[in-house]
């Protein structure tokens, strides 16, 4: 069992930037996967980012490559997400999912576990 607990998120101007973290309990962290996603109102879950076990393999979604960087600390049992150059419509809730699977990184089915998310807002 793995829980997960995202922070970081807050308000920040269009183009400005926040850093998500998200620790894990346990002393497993490093056999799993972690992905980040994210999910507005109405909408189903959208793959952000994710990383392999060892943080050897890095994976984004198209809209953010370039901006967005995924990376882990095994010794501290967390993932982060550090997102940059923001935009108003990447206002949503971000969530932090851990898996143990060998592919699918960008469907949420293939991630065992989740975090309660944290509130990212980007004002125009």
């Known amino acids: 069992q793995v829980q997960l607990v995202e922070s970081g998120g807050g308000l920040v101007q269009a183009g400005g930037s926040l850093r998500l973290s998200c620790v894990a309990s346990g002393r497993t962290f490093s056999s799993y996967n972690m992905g980040w996603f994210r999910q507005a109102p109405g909408k189903e879950r959208e793959f952000v980012a994710g990383i392999s076990r060892n943080g050897g393999s890095t994976y984004y979604a198209d809209s953010v490559k370039g901006r967005f960087t995924i990376s882990r600390d095994n010794a501290k049992n967390t993932v982060y997400l550090q997102m940059n150059s923001l935009k108003p419509e990447e206002t949503t809730v971000y969530y932090c999912?851990?898996?143990?699977?060998?592919?699918?990184?960008?469907?949420?089915?293939?991630?065992?576990?989740w975090g309660q998310g944290t509130q990212v807002t980007v004002s125009s």
């Open positions: 999912a851990a898996g143990s699977f060998s592919y699918g990184w960008y469907a949420p089915s293939t991630y065992s576990y």
